[in-house]
Structure formats: structure tokens, C-alpha cells
């Protein structure tokens, strides 16, 4: 069950968020998210040491993700020298929208689980 909802899952990812070339696009598109949702942003040195890559590559990606306006680049509210990186609005509801559909099977199957 859980493969099988893990292939289906990965299958319309690919579909659903065209805009991720690469597995390390959707990492850093994720921890970017996940510390985003946390209340701590990431600088390029948290991400480093995240271990999503190499440095240079991170840079890349990080550009890509920039440009094509995915994530966004603001000024760390502590520490104006610092710059960190939060997901943009209409992907971040595009991501809510496709994490609510994505995860109905699952909380309908333990609904049904709770039920009995």
C-alpha cells in the first residue's frame, strides 16, 4: 500500500509541478518551504548544510528557482547583511493545494481505520 501510494504520489508530482527539473530542485524547494513554514527562513550556508550538494550546484539551482520566481530572496529580518529564501505565494498555495489532494487518500484511509 504504501509503495504503491508513494509511486502514485512521485507519478503526479511529476505531472502536477513541472517547474522541478532536477531531485535537487524539489529538495531545495522543500527545506526552503519546511524552515519557511517553521519561522526560520534559510540562508545559502543553512541550505549548504542541509547536504542537498554541492555548493557551486546549490548555487545553480538556487538561481533557476530565482529566476523562474519560485523562491524569492528578502533580507533576513534579524540581520539585514544576511539575505535568506522563502517560497513565493502562488507556488506555496499551488504546493497547499497539491499537498491537500495528495494526502486525501491517506486521511480518508484512516478515517475509515478509526471508524472500526
Known sequence: MIFTLLKRLNEREKMAVPF???KMD???LIS???????GNPLGLKQL???DIGATATLRR??????EAGYIEKISNQNDGRMVVYVVSK???KYMELLGKE???PVVATKAKSQRK
Open 26 to 28: 524539489r529538495d531545495v
Open 48 to 50: 549548504t548544510l542541509q
Open 61 to 66: 539551482r538556487i538561481k533557476h528557482l530565482l
Open 102 to 104: 495528495l494526502l486525501a
Open 20 to 22: 522541478i527539473w532536477t
Open 32 to 38: 526552503i518551504g519546511a524552515a519557511q513554514e517553521d
Open 90 to 92: 502562488p507556488i506555496r
